[in-house]
C-alpha cells in the first residue's frame, strides 16, 4: 500500500542546515510511525526571497536533502513560494504492507508502551531562544531531532506491536491520550521511568517553558489524572511539544523486551518502558 504524509512548520534552530535537517526528519517520521518505508519525498519551501540570502536557503535545501540521502530516497521534485516567514517542509510518500500497517487506535488492554526519544525538545528550543542553552545541550537536541525513526519499518514486521504514534506537538500526554481514545483504553504512565534530553528538568525547574505546553495541558486536564504526590512542573514536561519526537509503541508485555532490543540495535539507546494500558475510561494516569 502506498501511504503519503504531508508536514512542515517554521524554524526552531537559528541554523540553517540544522533547520533544514530537522523538518525533514519530523516529515518522514510519519511514514516511519505507521510502519511504511519512504521511497521518495517532494519539498515544501517558502521563503522571504528578497530578505533572507539565496546562501542561507540552499543551506535549508541542503540540510532536508541530506537527511532524504541518509533515508535512502530521492527528492523527485517539490513546490516553492515566496512567503514572509521562512517555512520548509516535505510531502513524502513510503510503501507498507496493508496487513501491517500501524494505527494509532488499535492497542490492547495489557499493552506496554515503549517511548523511543528522550523527551524536552521544546524546553530546550525555548531555552535556545532564550540564549540560555548550552553547547551540549543544544547538541543533543540536535542528535534526538535529527535521528530518523527508523525501527518504525522493523516493527511493523512484529506481530506484538499493535499501535503506533510519534510523539510530536500535542506532547507525550496528548499522543498517549490519542492512543487511549482510539482503544478505549486507559493508560498508566510511570513518570520516573520517562526519559529526559539532558538538562531538561532542571531548565523546567529554571521556569524555560513554551506556550503550548500551556495550551495542551488545558487539552489533556480533564482526561488525565496526576499522582498529587509529582512535582508541579510534571504538567509541563509531559505536555511539552516535541519536534521529530520519538516513537511511541503499544506492545504486548512479552514483546517489550525484543523491542527496547531493536530500538537499542537502531542508535535509539534512550528507549524505554514507560508505563502500560489497561481497560477503563479513555484517559491517563501518571504516577
Not at 503519503?4 to 537559528?14: E, N
Not at 509529582?230 to 521529530?244: G, I, K, V
Not at 506492545?251 to 481497560?279: K, M, N, P, T, V
Request: charged fraction near 15%; hydrophobic fraction near 50%; charge should be negative.
Amino acid at each position: 500500500a502506498l501511504i503519503a504524509t504531508t508536514d512542515f512548520f517554521m524554524p526552531i534552530v537559528d541554523d540553517p542546515y540544522d533547520f533544514g535537517r530537522i523538518a525533514a526528519t519530523n516529515a518522514l517520521s510519519d511514514i516511519y510511525a505507521m510502519g511504511g518505508r519512504p521511497i521518495l519525498a517532494l519539498a515544501l519551501v517558502g521563503m522571504p526571497i528578497n530578505v533572507l540570502p539565496h546562501e542561507t536557503i540552499a543551506r535549508i535545501l541542503e540540510g532536508g536533502a541530506s537527511v532524504c540521502a541518509a533515508a535512502g530516497i530521492p527528492i523527485a521534485g517539490g513546490h516553492s513560494i515566496d512567503s514572509v516567514e521562512p517555512i520548509y517542509g516535505l510531502a513524502a510518500m513510503g510503501i507498507a504492507h496493508p496487513a501491517r500497517i500501524k494505527r494509532n487506535d488499535a492497542a490492547r488492554a495489557g499493552d506496554v508502551l515503549i517511548l523511543g526519544k528522550p523527551l524536552g525538545v521544546g524546553i530546550l528550543s525555548a531555552a535556545l531562544k532564550q540564549d540560555r542553552l548550552d553547547a551540549a545541550g543544544y547538541q543533543a537536541m540536535i542528535d534526538a531531532t535529527t535521528r530518523l525513526n527508523t525501527p518504525g519499518t522493523a516493527l511493523a514486521d512484529l506481530p506484538g506491536v499493535h499501535a503506533m504514534t510519534d510523539v510530536t506537538g500535542f506532547g507525550l500526554l496528548g499522543h498517549t491520550l490519542e492512543l487511549c481514545r482510539g482503544a478505549g483504553l486507559h493508560a498508566h504512565l510511570h513518570y520516573a521511568d520517562l526519559p529526559w534530553l539532558p538538562g531538561v528538568p532542571a531548565l523546567a525547574e529554571a521556569g524555560i517553558r513554551t506556550g503550548a505546553s500551556g495550551r495542551n495541558w488545558r487539552a489533556c486536564q480533564d482526561a488525565t489524572a496526576l499522582d498529587p504526590g509529582l512535582p508541579e512542573l510534571a504538567r509541563t514536561l509531559l505536555c511539552d511539544p516535541q519536534t521529530s519526537g520519538g516513537l511511541l509503541v503499544a506492545c504486548a508485555a512479552d514483546a517489550a523486551d525484543e523491542i527496547l532490543a531493536l530500538f537499542r540495535e537502531a542508535g535509539f539507546g534512550e528507549a524505554a518502558a514507560i508505563g502500560h494500558l489497561a481497560a477503563g475510561a479513555a484517559g491517563a494516569s501518571i504516577a
